[in-house]
T-cell receptor
Framework: KAGVTQTPRYLIKTRGQQVTLSCSPI?????VSWYQQTPGQGLQFLFE???????NKGNFPGRFSGRQFSNSRSEMNVSTLELGDSALYLC?????????????FGPGTRLTVL | TQLLEQSPQFLSIQEGENLTVYCNSS?????LQWYRQEPGEGPVLLVT?????EVKKLKRLTFQFGDARKDSSLHITAAQPGDTGLYLC???????????FGKGTLLTVNP
């Protein structure tokens, strides 16, 4: 099976712009989660989608949003970018078999905000 | 306050040495996972533990889940340079499929 893919791998934006990141989960996985990783805060949960519905949400401002399509592919959007949004954004998919929450991560999108 | 505390934050050892890293919490988890992340890549799942007191082995790596399901440890025997990476623990409470991650232990194994 192909792994989780994320596009683009690298992105440079300026403050005030918006950005859309894309994630294709492992075939058959219906749950997609997004995380922000920074050196200071580590991995922080953004949100999780299952069957096109946001099922869980972390403590991030409304500038961070996402959606999931019927084929389980997901996008996340960050509007009005701030310098502090510079981070590695990771997408993970899960099959949820057994309910153990095991996540399979993509390589991430490295976002730099100037 | 970090829900999952990992220690140590940084660890630099010589090839062949043994080491243990810890993941502690005051909360009970229904499952706990360990991941390893290498630079420029996403975390890769190493193991999942679900039962209090459970011990799992993966070659030279031994994972233990505390009896009360609040803490876990990872022991590496005879570390090799290929073990270098960021080791992350992550816990799931209940069945809400939301993982909480510790900040990780950055391990460097020098040849």
């Amino acid at each position: 099976k192909a792994g989780v893919t994320q596009t683009p791998r690298y992105l440079i934006k300026t403050r005030g712009q918006q950005v859309t990141l894309s994630c294709s989960p492992i075939s058959g996985h219906r749950s997609v989660s997004w995380y922000q990783q920074t050196p200071g805060q580590g991995l922080q949960f953004l949100f999780e989608y299952f069957s096109e519905t946001q099922r869980n949400k972390g403590n991030f401002p409304g500038r961070f949003s996402g959606r999931q399509f019927s084929n389980s592919r997901s996008e996340m959007n960050v509007s009005t970018l701030e310098l502090g949004d510079s981070a590695l954004y990771l997408c993970a998919s899960s099959s949820e078999r057994g309910g153990r929450g095991e996540q399979f991560f993509g390589p991430g999108t490295r976002l730099t905000v100037l | 306050t970090q829900l999952l505390e990992q220690s140590p934050q940084f660890l630099s050892i010589q090839e062949g040495e043994n080491l243990t890293v810890y993941c502690n919490s005051s909360s009970v988890f229904s499952s706990l996972q360990w991941y390893r992340q290498e630079p420029g890549e996403g975390p890769v799942l190493l193991v999942t533990v679900v039962t209090g007191g459970e011990v799992k082995k993966l070659k030279r790596l031994t994972f233990q889940f505390g009896d009360a399901r609040k803490d876990s440890s990872l022991h590496i025997t005879a570390a090799q340079p290929g073990d270098t990476g960021l080791y992350l623990c992550a816990g799931m409470r209940g069945s809400n499929y939301k993982l909480t991650f510790g900040k990780g232990t950055l391990l460097t194994v020098n040849p």
